[in-house]
């Protein structure tokens, strides 16, 4: 298994424009996380899927942050629209049962927001 | 919701020395404490994790201690090298599906 797959891994756009980034897990997984890090508040969980269903987005820090996932072997996070302080490294990462397993983080998405 | 500390956030040891990295969680429900290693520029990836059910892990030169009556866990790095230089994240997970990470220790062993 090639492991987590994030896209793109870098972006850069320009303030107020919409930023998807991509997310497959690892095959067989069922729980997928979508965490932000940035060297203020270091790592955050933002949003949570167990068996694509969302289980708590109490991280998501404002209604312009959405995320889906339609499928199994899929996820989005979508800014809508983007502001400079959105940028930061964003990560997402899959686990077998989700609770008490270790989880395998993807590259990450840089996003820049100028 | 649970809350993770991590102390300190930035760590220098000399080659061969040892190094320590603690945290304290706040849910006394949280069961499953990994570590996470991210080296510059690359993802986090677990180097080693303990269950609530012991008190003390070891692999080669890394350990890990937790305390349930004082909700504390630490890790432990013997003889350290160049190589072990990196950001040290702590983390407790409830068994919710939901882990919750400290802020990360810098460590930076001095060749």
């Known amino acids: 298994d090639a492991g987590v797959i994030q896209s793109p891994r870098h972006e850069v756009t320009e303030m107020g424009q919409e930023v998807t980034l991509r997310c497959k897990p690892i095959?067989?997984?069922?729980?997928l996380f979508w965490y932000r890090q940035t060297m203020m508040r270091g790592l955050e969980l933002l949003i949570y899927f167990n068996n694509n269903v969302p289980i708590d987005d109490s991280g998501m820090p404002e209604d312009r942050f959405s995320a889906k996932m339609p499928n199994a072997s899929f996820s989005t996070l979508k800014i809508q629209p983007s502001e400079p302080r959105d940028s930061a490294v964003y990560f997402c990462?899959?686990?077998?049962?989700?609770?008490?397993?270790?989880?395998?983080f993807g590259q990450g998405t840089r996003l820049t927001v100028v | 919701g649970e809350n993770v500390e991590q102390h300190p956030s930035t760590l220098s040891v000399q080659e061969g020395d040892s190094a320590v990295i603690k945290c304290t969680y706040s849910d006394s429900a949280s069961n499953y404490f990994p570590w996470y290693k991210q080296e510059l520029g690359k993802r986090p990836q677990l180097i080693i994790d303990i269950r609530s059910n012991v008190g003390e892990k070891k692999d080669q030169r890394i350990a890990v201690t937790l305390n349930k009556t004082a909700k504390h866990f630490s890790l432990h790095i013997t003889e350290t090298q160049p190589e072990d230089s990196a950001v040290y994240f702590c983390?407790?997970?409830?068994?919710?599906?939901?882990?919750?990470f400290g802020a990360g220790t810098r460590l930076f062993v001095k060749a």
């Open positions: 990462a899959s686990s077998l049962e989700g609770a008490n397993t270790e989880a395998f």
């Open positions: 983390a407790a997970d409830t068994g919710g599906f939901k882990t919750i």
């Open positions: 095959s067989g997984h069922n729980s």
